[in-house]
């Protein structure tokens, strides 16, 4: 338990100091989590049973809010707002307010009651260039496996999917929405991550248009390329977290907080001057490097009208 500025602070100590990169389909001691959800991928007459599993997660470090007389733990209750009392969690229920101060509750059969098909489905619409869709648009990944005697379509949806170079766009009912999704193969697994509708991506009012120069434009794609490597994931670390927590283990040590860096201050510089002593520096690395990789195809942009499809 530390304290940072004024708020008492405890931090889990169960965490690794480097982040684990799991790359393939596997977890900790080999062993199978249990699956978020099951049902069928729809592909044309083609039903392919699966269970899913989150493909990714958060090495952040973990807080909570302390009572600085005592370092004891803020506890938030759960209390009735009419009456002031706490109420048990086997009393508490899902509702949706239809209007100001009415409430009507939804259950589980409801859910249900409104087709299973819904539910327990992954309905593919399409299939489209993964190129064609802006990064903006995906939320978070999961890894569809097989259920039991459903090797071979899912077997031969992967490898179809492989071959074409596409991706189906599909849509599934998770946690009380419709998603729209992207399924596609990655590595020997298909992998199904949910997306934003058109609706809800945000763009800016207005958008600063500078004038460049020729020179300047050259210079900055010399400074790209120079810059150009090889994706690899693994060499990437999240070294303020690792920072953060070991400054957090010395404080619980009693050990001196590290001397505070003198912060930079934002230089007024040519522009064209900086472009070309970055070039230099980077000149080295640039050529050690493969040769770049020709640029892909700009990617659509979102409309910036909402969209109007149904959910």
């Given amino acids: 338990?530390?304290?940072?500025?004024?708020?008492?602070?405890?931090?889990?100590?169960?965490?690794?100091?480097?982040?684990?990169?799991?790359?393939?389909?596997?977890?900790?001691?080999?062993?199978?989590?249990?699956?978020?959800?099951?049902?069928?991928?729809?592909?044309?007459?083609?039903?392919?049973?699966?269970?899913?599993?989150?493909?990714?997660?958060?090495e952040e470090l973990r807080f909570h809010f302390l009572d600085r007389r005592d370092m004891s733990r803020i506890r938030y209750d759960k209390v009735n707002q009419a009456t002031g009392e706490q109420v048990d969690d086997a009393q508490i229920i899902r509702g949706f307010e239809v209007e100001k101060g009415r409430f009507v509750e939804l259950t589980d059969e409801d859910v249900e009651a409104l087709d299973v098909g819904w539910t327990h489905s992954i309905d593919i619409c399409e299939f489209v260039s993964i190129d064609e869709i802006d990064p903006l648009f995906f939320r978070k990944g999961y890894y569809l496996l097989p259920q039991?005697?459903?090797?071979?379509?899912?077997?031969?949806?992967?490898?179809?999917?492989?071959?074409?170079?596409?991706?189906?766009?599909?849509?599934?009912?998770?946690?009380?929405?419709?998603?729209?999704?992207?399924?596609?193969?990655?590595?020997?697994?298909?992998?199904?991550?949910?997306?934003?509708?058109?609706?809800?991506?945000?763009?800016?009012?207005?958008?600063?248009?500078?004038?460049?120069?020729?020179?300047?434009?050259?210079?900055?794609?010399?400074?790209?390329?120079?810059?150009?490597?090889?994706?690899?994931?693994?060499?990437?670390?999240?070294?303020?977290?690792?920072?953060?927590?070991?400054?957090?283990?010395?404080?619980?040590e009693g050990g001196p907080l590290p001397e505070r860096a003198e912060e930079k201050t934002g230089e007024v510089v040519d522009l064209m001057d900086a472009l070309r002593r970055s070039v230099q520096a980077t000149k080295a690395k640039g050529a050690k490097s493969a040769k770049p990789p020709k640029r892909p195809a700009t990617r659509k942009k979102p409309a910036r009208k909402h969209s109007e499809e149904t959910r």
Avoid at 1 to 10: A, F, K, L, N
Avoid at 186 to 196: F, K, N, R
Avoid at 215 to 223: D, F
């Fill in 1 to 58: 338990m530390v304290r940072i500025g004024d708020e008492q602070i405890v931090v889990r100590d169960d965490v690794a100091a480097e982040p684990r990169f799991l790359g393939r389909l596997s977890w900790d001691e080999g062993v199978m989590p249990r699956s978020l959800w099951t049902g069928t991928i729809s592909f044309g007459l083609v039903s392919v049973p699966v269970r899913m599993f989150t493909a990714t997660h958060s």
């Fill in 148 to 252: 039991e005697g459903a090797e071979k379509p899912y077997r031969l949806l992967a490898t179809s999917l492989a071959e074409s170079g596409r991706v189906a766009i599909a849509k599934l009912v998770l946690r009380d929405k419709q998603h729209l999704a992207c399924l596609r193969p990655h590595d020997d697994v298909l992998l199904i991550e949910t997306m934003y509708y058109a609706d809800e991506i945000l763009l800016p009012d207005e958008v600063p248009n500078s004038q460049l120069r020729e020179s300047e434009r050259k210079m900055a794609t010399r400074l790209i390329d120079n810059l150009t490597t090889k994706w690899e994931p693994t060499k990437y670390h999240d070294r303020y977290r690792n920072k953060l927590l070991d400054l957090l283990r010395n404080k619980a």
